[in-house]
């Protein structure tokens, strides 16, 4: 099945296969090393692009926010700083679980189980812009339907790379978040030490130029 998909697909070919069978695609990704990194990237760079699309060219009833208050690049970043704290956080549990996922398979599970985004976030902002406010709903279910989805083919990706049952990758889940909260908190507390390191420094720096 994998390889029609690929004569037809080409060298984009898993991630969609992954659409249809998630854990078929994420094994073949893993086990039989058909996943790459170039291709996950490749997935990754798409889903910004889309994001930058939707957030400059939906309708203003889709995002009311002022196009000159609109930064798609800190949306990139975001996305950006998000796949790497969830997959961090992800790795740091499952290496005291027993899971067989390296963080390279975390990140490439996650940036493949995207394509749902890519193919559902630009083309609801196109279609944002010829829908009356009634008609919103079907904007609102485009978008539902692609997240839903992706968060689908991560639990399946996550089950997959790991080699865990559903209640066990449920429960990593789970605990992934809370060392997201922990992680969050100790970049938060480093981030202020710094600051405050940087401010006290300063203020003795122009302490000693001043009394020069």
């Known amino acids: 099945m994998i390889a029609?998909?690929?004569r037809v697909f080409g060298f984009y070919s898993l991630p969609l296969y992954i659409m249809g069978r998630p854990f078929a695609?994420?094994?073949a990704m893993k086990y039989e090393h058909q996943g790459t990194m170039k291709i996950a990237f490749l997935n990754f760079a798409l889903v910004c692009i889309s994001y930058a699309i939707s957030?400059?060219?939906?309708s203003i009833l889709a995002?009311?926010?002022h196009p000159l208050q609109r930064n798609s690049l800190f949306g990139m970043m975001m996305i950006l700083g998000?796949?790497?704290l969830f997959s961090i956080a992800n790795w740091s549990v499952t290496a005291l679980t027993d899971g067989e996922g390296k963080l390279k398979d975390i990140i490439m599970a996650i940036c493949y189980a995207m394509t749902p985004l890519v193919l559902t976030i630009a083309p609801a902002a196109v279609i944002s812009n010829f829908l009356s406010t009634d008609e919103m709903g079907l904007y609102h279910?485009?978008?539902a339907a692609g997240m839903i989805y992706f968060v689908v083919?991560?639990?399946a990706g996550l089950i997959t790379v790991h080699n865990y049952g559903a209640i066990k990758a449920l429960l990593t889940i789970l605990l992934t978040f809370v060392a997201i909260l922990v992680i969050a908190f100790l970049i938060s507390l480093l981030l202020t030490l710094w600051t405050q390191l940087f401010s006290f420094a300063y203020s003795v720096y122009t302490e000693l130029m001043f009394r020069s």
């Not at 957030?55 to 939906?58: E, F, G, L, M, N």
């Open 4 to 6: 029609t998909v690929k």
């Open 25 to 27: 695609g994420f094994y």
């Open 55 to 58: 957030d400059q060219y939906a």
């Open 63 to 65: 995002n009311d926010a």
């Open 82 to 84: 998000a796949l790497l």
């Open 141 to 143: 279910l485009l978008m």
């Open 153 to 155: 083919l991560v639990f």
